[in-house]
């Protein structure tokens, strides 16, 4: 497959404060999981139960981030990236997700920022990339309400120990996901199978982000926002439209009207209500805090259809037509585009962050020094045009940040599926920069007016 979209962006694509970057996730690379007092988290204990990831994989190692994140903050300068967007592990700064903080934990953190602002590379932390601490999960998890004030102390704590130096903050990443596929699905931690308890973990993770907000404003100056997973739902045909209206509501609407608008969206409360009784849900005004931005990852558009016997959505998404990614996914950069519009017309005036995008490609092995991905250059270089659409288009958006800079563990996938920019070759830890790392670097010197 051969990118659709020039590799150099025209002149003033992208606005003055624009940035480019990478993101990763604190389980999925950095390793060393019981090392330097890090507590237990709902991931380490995920991986031990039989059949929950590929070949029984686990993030005890991954890229070995923790100590080679020297080494990778390299590897961003050398691609002249602009921003790094990574997580804080909560069990590696506060081991019980309560109570006094593991000082060598934050310490490890705080000379990341410190390492990042030397390079000139912005540090953006997320706060939650859904590793629990495990004593978290055992008082009853997101679950209980008890665990959004929790998570608000640690947040405070986070402002406290690196509100000085880190640039962004994102409270929760995906809580889609950590509702639905952890509590309803159960293929994500902690596992669980009940859809009455996975709204309710959406609620109290919603909460926990408005209460998020508050902490993290009374101690840094530095924007702040949640990151969601958008997906544009697309009737396979017109009796579907219903279907796809729903699984609108239920994965998009569902997070963006509380935050945005304070309220949720009716047709799902009532959707929901007659099967699961009153939800009750309350605390709107605290989940819709300003936030300074909206963080947006973005993979795939998914083609729905209706099913009566799928409880409780009665819509079911169909396989995907080809082209497709390594997980089986579309590739459509078009539906960022929608994506990007749509939150505009609906939403207004925001600012946006895409805080993930890009593939998963099955990559040959390095030959002459690197690894040849086309696929995956030609995503990039097509999703970021579509990025560029949409800000001609008049959508403001300040950062685009690919997934990921390293490939990693990709959850239930274990290390099967690789979406880094960066080759890992997971038995030596070399890291291989791919043709992609290399395009991207290349591009964004030329929006930069450098040689490319
Ligand atoms: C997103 C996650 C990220 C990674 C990508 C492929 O849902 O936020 O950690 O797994 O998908």
Same mark, same amino acid.
């Given at each position: 497959?051969?990118? $659709?979209?020039?590799?150099?962006?025209?002149?003033?694509?992208?606005?003055?404060?624009?940035?480019?970057?990478?993101?990763?996730?604190?389980?999925? *690379?950095?390793?060393?999981?019981?090392?330097?007092?890090?507590?237990?988290?709902?991931?380490?204990?995920?991986?031990?139960?039989? &059949?929950?990831? @590929?070949?029984?994989?686990?993030?005890?190692?991954?890229?070995?981030?923790?100590?080679?994140?020297?080494?990778?903050?390299?590897?961003?300068? +050398?691609?002249?990236?602009?921003?790094?967007?990574?997580?804080?592990?909560?069990?590696?700064?506060?081991?019980?997700?309560? &109570?006094?903080?593991?000082?060598?934990?934050?310490?490890?953190?705080?000379?990341?920022?410190?390492?990042?602002?030397?390079?000139? *590379?912005?540090?953006?932390?997320?706060?939650?990339?859904?590793?629990?601490?495990?004593?978290?999960?055992?008082?009853?998890?997101?679950?209980?309400?008890?665990?959004?004030?929790?998570?608000?102390?640690?947040?405070?704590?986070?402002?406290?120990?690196?509100?000085?130096?880190?640039?962004?903050?994102?409270?929760?990443?995906?809580?889609?996901?950590?509702?639905?596929?952890?509590?309803?699905?159960?293929?994500?931690?902690?596992?669980?199978?009940?859809?009455? $308890?996975?709204?309710?973990?959406?609620?109290?993770?919603?909460?926990?982000?408005?209460?998020?907000?508050?902490?993290?404003?009374?101690?840094?100056?530095?924007?702040?926002?949640? !990151?969601?997973?958008?997906?544009?739902?697309?009737?396979?045909?017109?009796?579907?439209?219903?279907? @796809?209206?729903?699984?609108?509501?239920?994965?998009?609407?569902?997070?963006?009207?509380?935050?945005?608008?304070?309220?949720?969206?009716?047709?799902?409360?009532?959707?929901?209500? =007659?099967?699961?009784?009153?939800?009750?849900? &309350?605390?709107?005004?605290?989940?819709?805090?300003?936030?300074?931005?909206?963080?947006?990852?973005?993979?795939?558009?998914?083609?729905?259809?209706?099913?009566?016997?799928?409880?409780?959505?009665?819509?079911?998404?169909?396989?995907?037509?080809?082209?497709? $990614?390594?997980? &089986?996914?579309?590739?459509?950069?078009?539906?960022?585009?929608?994506?990007?519009?749509?939150?505009?017309?609906?939403?207004?005036?925001? $600012?946006?962050? *895409?805080?993930?995008?890009?593939?998963?490609?099955?990559?040959?092995?390095?030959?002459?020094? !690197?690894?040849?991905?086309?696929?995956?250059?030609?995503?990039?270089?097509?999703?970021?045009?579509?990025?560029?659409?949409?800000?001609?288009?008049?959508?403001?958006?300040? =950062?685009?940040?690919?997934?990921?800079?390293?490939?990693?563990?990709?959850?239930?996938?274990?290390?099967?599926?690789?979406?880094? *920019?960066?080759?890992?070759?997971?038995?030596?830890?070399?890291? !291989?920069?791919?043709?992609?790392?290399?395009?991207? =670097?290349?591009?964004? +010197?030329?929006?930069?007016?450098?040689?490319?």
């Amino acid at each position: 497959m051969t990118a $659709t979209a020039p590799s150099r962006a025209p002149e003033g694509s992208f606005p003055t404060g624009f940035r480019f970057g990478a993101a990763t996730a604190a389980y999925q *690379i950095e390793g060393a999981a019981r090392e330097d007092g890090r507590g237990e988290s709902i991931w380490d204990r995920f991986c031990t139960l039989p &059949g929950a990831v @590929a070949n029984g994989d686990t993030g005890d190692v991954a890229c070995d981030h923790y100590h080679r994140w020297e080494e990778d903050l390299d590897l961003l300068s +050398a691609l002249g990236l602009e921003s790094y967007r990574f997580s804080i592990a909560w069990p590696r700064v506060q081991p019980d997700g309560r &109570g006094a903080l593991n000082a060598k934990g934050v310490a490890f953190y705080r000379r990341l920022v410190e390492a990042l602002l030397e390079r000139g *590379i912005e540090p953006v932390a997320t706060l939650y990339h859904w590793d629990l601490p495990q004593a978290r999960q055992l008082a009853g998890g997101w679950a209980v309400r008890e665990t959004a004030s929790y998570f608000a102390e640690y947040a405070a704590a986070m402002a406290g120990a690196l509100g000085d130096v880190v640039e962004g903050w994102v409270t929760h990443n995906e809580p889609w996901v950590v509702a639905f596929l952890g509590h309803a699905h159960g293929v994500k931690a902690p596992g669980v199978r009940d859809w009455r $308890t996975a709204l309710t973990v959406s609620h109290n993770l919603l909460v926990s982000h408005g209460l998020a907000v508050d902490a993290l404003r009374a101690g840094s100056d530095a924007p702040v926002g949640i !990151t969601l997973n958008l997906t544009p739902m697309r009737p396979v045909a017109p009796k579907d439209v219903a279907a @796809a209206v729903r699984l609108d509501g239920h994965q998009n609407r569902w997070f963006l009207d509380p935050v945005l608008r304070g309220t949720y969206p009716e047709d799902m409360v009532e959707h929901y209500e =007659r099967r699961f009784g009153t939800l009750g849900f &309350g605390e709107l005004e605290v989940i819709a805090r300003p936030i300074d931005f909206l963080g947006v990852n973005y993979y795939n558009p998914a083609a729905v259809r209706a099913a009566r016997r799928v409880a409780p959505l009665e819509a079911e998404l169909v396989t995907a037509r080809p082209p497709t $990614t390594a997980m &089986g996914w579309t590739v459509d950069a078009e539906g960022l585009h929608e994506v990007l519009t749509r939150l505009r017309r609906d939403y207004g005036d925001l $600012t946006i962050y *895409i805080t993930e995008n890009g593939a998963a490609f099955d990559d040959e092995r390095a030959t002459d020094g !690197t690894i040849e991905d086309p696929s995956r250059v030609a995503y990039l270089a097509d999703h970021i045009e579509a990025v560029r659409r949409a800000i001609a288009d008049g959508v403001d958006i300040r =950062r685009y940040y690919a997934w990921s800079l390293l490939d990693n563990f990709e959850w239930e996938h274990g290390y099967e599926k690789r979406f880094g *920019i960066v080759g890992v070759d997971f038995g030596t830890q070399v890291r !291989t920069v791919k043709r992609s790392g290399l395009w991207y =670097r290349d591009y964004i +010197a030329g929006v930069r007016g450098g040689a490319a």
